[in-house]
């Protein structure tokens, strides 16, 4: 019988899959607490960073379940992992067009730097990292492009958390501010 290249990974996207679908739940339940407390008024702009958030955390779900299916070969990884990177990177360029929008105009917030570089420049090359995990995939399945890929999950997780979070103490500071505390 043979043994599947992805034998033993299966703990590690059960937990990286069960968090990032956690968390895409916190997340819309924290949009709506804000939504509440904010009357139903939407600050401008904030749109931009709270649907890459949930995009990301998605991509982290859909990934741990692509992982996790039985009998995958290189070929079924390869192209399912660069299509997955491909579209990433093409979501990477349009959020960073519409960043660039809010910031030519009227909007109640201006993305700076830290915004660009965990908002668009990161996700993106995790993405594109994705598209060369492919390929060494496609090439040769190596260990290395394994523990690669997980590193590459483990990271969009982790951008996905730090930006909710920035979100979150915006949002609150955001809040305070208007209450006049």
Excluded at 66 to 91: C, E, I, K, W
Aim: proline content about 3%; charged content about 10%.
């Amino acid at each position: 019988m043979e043994v599947s290249p992805l034998a033993g990974w299966d703990n590690f996207y059960v937990i990286i899959g069960s968090s990032a679908g956690g968390l895409t739940g916190l997340t819309f339940v924290v949009i709506a607490l804000i939504r509440d407390t904010a009357q139903g008024v939407r600050p401008m702009g904030v749109g931009v960073f709270v649907t890459p958030t949930i995009v990301h955390l998605c991509g982290v779900l859909t990934l741990a379940a692509f992982m996790s299916m039985p009998h995958q070969h290189r070929s079924t990884l390869s192209v399912g992992l660069a299509l997955g990177g491909l579209a990433g990177v093409v979501y990477g360029f349009f959020i960073g067009v519409k960043m660039a929008r809010i910031s030519s105009g009227e909007t109640r917030y201006v993305p700076v730097r830290e915004d660009w570089v965990w908002n668009v420049i990161v996700p993106t090359l995790v993405y594109a990292a994705l598209v060369v995990m492919a390929v060494l995939i496609w090439d040769r399945l190596t260990a290395a492009a394994l523990y690669g890929l997980a590193v590459l999950a483990l990271a969009l997780l982790l951008i996905s958390i730090r930006n909710a979070w920035d979100l979150a103490v915006w949002t609150s500071i955001k809040q305070q501010k208007k209450e006049g505390k």
